[in-house]
């Protein structure tokens, strides 16, 4: 039963232009996100989290949104650039869990010239 | 800093057989995982060790075992490899706490059981 859904397998963007990603979850315990970037033959890196005491959260190009009624958030990548085409995970994690995240499928992101 | 290390990159193993797959880091963190990825599904965690000394299962722990060696090694046997063992395996390792924190990934190990 998969808990964090990301429901885009895949996003297509021009270059200069804004990358919206989008991950749904269904269990109201979560209250701590991150998003993390990985490319192809590489692990994962983490690029930025957000807890459920904030509805956002910046860190240069980008920015997490949190939706917690709508159990809802995004990643907001401005502008688009093609060191950005990766796939894009969101995980998700009750305060207590001590480490244990659920993942999303990912999306891949591919920035065009 | 090398970060997380994994070894091998890459195997192939025949059905029945065993192998252990090793992952080590160098950040003086706490917490250990182990995941595997499969297309359309994310990243499952296998095994996680909170702290030297401590493993706990996770999501898909059955036909693994793993051992937390020091603070620096975990990891993970393959006791008899299953075709449905074939995936992505990544270590990873982050600080301990009651708030999650983000969790550093090695590369990866791409394992094929025929």
């Known amino acids: 039963d998969q808990q964090v859904k990301q429901n885009s397998p895949s996003l297509s963007v021009q270059e200069g232009r804004i990358s919206i990603l989008n991950c749904d979850y269904t269990?109201?315990?979560?209250?701590?996100f991150l998003w993390y970037k990985k490319y192809p033959a590489e692990g994962p890196t983490f690029l930025i989290s957000?807890?459920?005491?904030?509805d956002k959260n910046e860190d240069g190009r980008f920015t997490v949104f949190l939706n917690k009624s709508a159990k809802h958030l995004s990643l907001h990548i401005v502008p688009s650039q093609p060191g950005d085409s990766a796939v894009y995970f969101c995980?998700?994690?009750?305060?207590?869990?001590?480490?244990?995240?659920?993942f999303g499928a990912g999306t891949q992101v591919v920035v065009t010239p | 800093n090398a970060g997380v290390t994994q070894t091998p990159k890459f195997q192939v193993l025949k059905t029945g057989q065993s192998m252990t797959l090793q992952c080590a880091q160098d950040?003086?963190?706490?917490?250990m995982y182990w995941y595997r990825q499969d297309p359309g599904m994310g990243l499952r965690l296998i095994y996680y060790?909170?702290?030297?000394?401590?493993?706990d299962k996770g999501e898909v722990p059955n036909g693994y075992n793993v051992s937390r060696l020091n603070k620096r090694e975990f990891s993970l046997r393959l006791e008899s490899a299953a075709p449905s063992q074939t995936s992505v395996y990544f270590c990873?390792?982050?600080?301990?706490?009651?708030?999650?924190?983000?969790?550093?990934f090695g590369p990866g190990t791409r394992l094929t059981v025929t």
């Open positions: 990873a390792s982050s600080e301990w706490g009651r708030t999650p924190y983000e969790q550093y």
């Open positions: 269990n109201s315990m979560f209250d701590y």
């Open positions: 957000i807890s459920s005491i904030k």
């Open positions: 995980a998700a994690s009750p305060t207590d869990s001590w480490g244990k995240f659920q």
């Open positions: 950040m003086n963190h706490n917490s």
């Open positions: 060790s909170a702290s030297e000394g401590t493993t």
